[in-house]
């Protein structure tokens, strides 16, 4: 059960990583002196989300010690990749 806990947490987590990541790619690809207050706005928004994200991965890490490291290690690179599937796939269907 431990597991799919964790294996959820990482998931959600990259995710949003990976979320906001997009959405600055997407969105602040212009010159940083034609963006005006909101845009910079948002972009100090999005980074403190991915810093948010970033340090909760990091406390999940060490929440579930009773996790073997190396089995660990692998709820991390699969909810990497799943994440980024699903979530590719779910903006593919909001494009589309």
């Known amino acids: 059960m ?5 294996f959820m947490y990482f998931f959600l987590l990259f995710g949003l990583f990976g979320l906001t990541s997009i959405y600055l790619r997407e969105n602040f690809n212009k010159p940083f002196s034609s963006l005006d207050t909101m845009d910079i706005f948002r972009a100090i928004m999005a980074g403190l989300i991915e810093l948010g994200s970033l340090f909760l991965v990091y406390d ?15 709820l991390i690179l699969v909810a990497i990749f799943c994440s980024m599937f699903y979530f590719l796939f779910l903006i593919g269907v909001y494009l589309w």
């Open 2 to 6: 431990k597991n799919i806990k964790a």
């Open 60 to 74: 999940t890490i060490s929440r579930f010690k009773e996790i073997s490291k190396v089995k660990r290690n692998a």
